[in-house]
């Protein structure tokens, strides 16, 4: 099956692509502008660029009031809330002289009296007057403590935070003619995107779509960050040093099946069943059993099933020629992907070991043009012997080409509860533009994950449902969608969830397979 032999044009890149330059003038422009679907606006003059207009910091503020009260919302009573708001406060900024007290000041400060509206202009205000000298802005100290004006903005709560950011430099670049032009020059840029001339300021990125999406309140908010800098409890379990302890396991092995030798009618052996005891896991999901056959011979067996209802580590491998740029999106990809799955924190690992170990394993006269055997790799998953140790989900990244027998090229392959080698050959260099691009990876990544952990599953009949090279879900904006060109059906299904879903990768049919899934143990 021919796989990846058409490509996209080549696409101009803006040089603020990966900046939020067109988020921070339509704060400014506001009304129709904060509709992240308006991508028609014009070329910017500097007469619509005076003030940030009262309507909009409204709008700000109710959007940040609307994700407090979310956030507190069945948490106690008004008094109980703003106590654990105070004291993780206090936990936040870890100073002997900031005091519940002084949390409760800082509390009415910002938000009023009697449980009010957030105030996010009087934050900004103090922020840009701490970083003005003589009636001018200190840039560069600004920029240098952003990350910590950021981190403090929580206490409007997460997505108030990533406005509240923008909203400063927006105010901030207005003061000062030369920083206030090279705005309107930047917005103004224009290239040929889909063979169309558009402006910057039409070209949204992910995080001003996603920014824009939440504060114009076209869909709900799928992520909520709780209104203050620390919403842990205040004494947290300590976390799970060997997270292989908390996988169910029986206190002596059990014999689960019991040997069974099938012979013909003159005698002959025609079959034969080990006897089979449980090592790890359950009886009806066993992770690790040991199979005692009747000329004597007993192996340790790492067993599979896309159905088992409780967690295992899992574990990723880099290859030697992921570089640190891919290595840190790969991180941030897997981690999210594996927290909406319910993964806990504690099981993700990185291993020390390289995926080249897994390469190497693999004979010489099955590797073809430089590409590597997907569904050989797997296999090796199965053989390795930490996997009896140590049982886990294997999740491989390399850079290396890869294929299996029926296909040309694949991006990446799976096996049910076992692993998954993903290579980002074939997208690291085919999609032009940055931030697409690193979505599209994370589409990826979470499209394989999804496959280890049984997506879809057939527990739906075959609603929503195709075949090809295995099952796919139909939904738009899912990432386990099949995509066979590449990269244009990723490019398309990227930016279909990125519309659809936001920040969630898998849409309500994945998600309710994985909830019924675990909601068996």
Known sequence: ????????????????????????????????????????????????????????IVKINQ????????????????????????????RYYNDPRFTEKEALKLYHHYFGENKGESNINIYA?????????????????LNQNL??????ANIFGGNSAEIIEDLILARVKLT?????????????????????????????????????????NEKPIVVTTPPSPQPEPPEPKPPVLNPWENIPKPKQPIIIHAGKVERDAQGRRTRENAEVKLILGTAEYPLVTENKWSDGRIEKVRTTSPERPYHIPAVVYFDEDINDEQRRLINQ?????????????????????????????????????????????????SQDRDQIEH?????????????????????GAAQDDLGTVISLHRFWNSVPDTDLRNEVVKTEISHEIGHV???????????????????????????????LRVPDDWIKYTRDRLDNLGRHHYCQDCQTDLQEKFKKK
């Open 453 to 483: 952990f049984g997506l879809p599953s057939n527990r739906r009949g075959e609603n929503n449902i195709e075949n090809s090279l295995g099952p796919h879900c139909k939904n738009d904006g899912c990432c386990m969608k099949q995509g």
């Open 391 to 411: 049982p886990h989900h294997a999740i491989v990244f390399t850079n290396k080409d890869l294929y299996t027998s029926d296909t040309n090229f694949v991006v």
């Open 63 to 90: 959007a940040s009031t609307k994700e407090r009260l979310d956030y507190w919302k069945d948490k106690g009573t008004f008094d109980q809330q703003l106590k654990s708001w105070c004291d993780s406060m206090v």
């Open 147 to 152: 990350p910590e004006i950021k981190k403090r």
């Open 125 to 141: 205000d103090e922020i840009i007057a701490n970083f003005t000298q003589n009636e001018k802005i200190n840039f560069d100290q």
């Open 333 to 381: 990809a897997v981690g999210w992907t594996l927290s909406q799955i319910g993964v806990p924190k504690e099981f993700i690992i990185v291993s020390d070991r390289s995926a080249s170990e897994f390469f190497s394993r693999l004979h010489p006269s099955v590797k073809r043009n430089n590409q590597y055997d997907a569904s050989l790799l797997l296999y090796s998953f």
């Open 1 to 56: 099956m021919n796989e990846g032999q058409k490509n996209l044009p080549t696409k101009e890149i803006f040089s603020t692509a990966r900046q939020t330059v067109a988020l921070q003038t339509r704060l400014v422009l506001g009304g129709e502008a904060l509709n992240p679907n308006k991508i028609n606006l014009g070329k910017i003059t500097p007469e619509q660029l005076s003030e940030i207009k009262p309507t909009t």
């Open 176 to 216: 000062d003619p030369a920083k206030k032009q090279e705005l309107i020059e930047q917005v103004n840029e224009e290239k040929t995107i889909d063979n169309s001339p558009t402006l910057r300021l039409n070209y949204l990125n992910s995080e001003e779509k996603m920014s824009l999406r939440w504060l114009f």
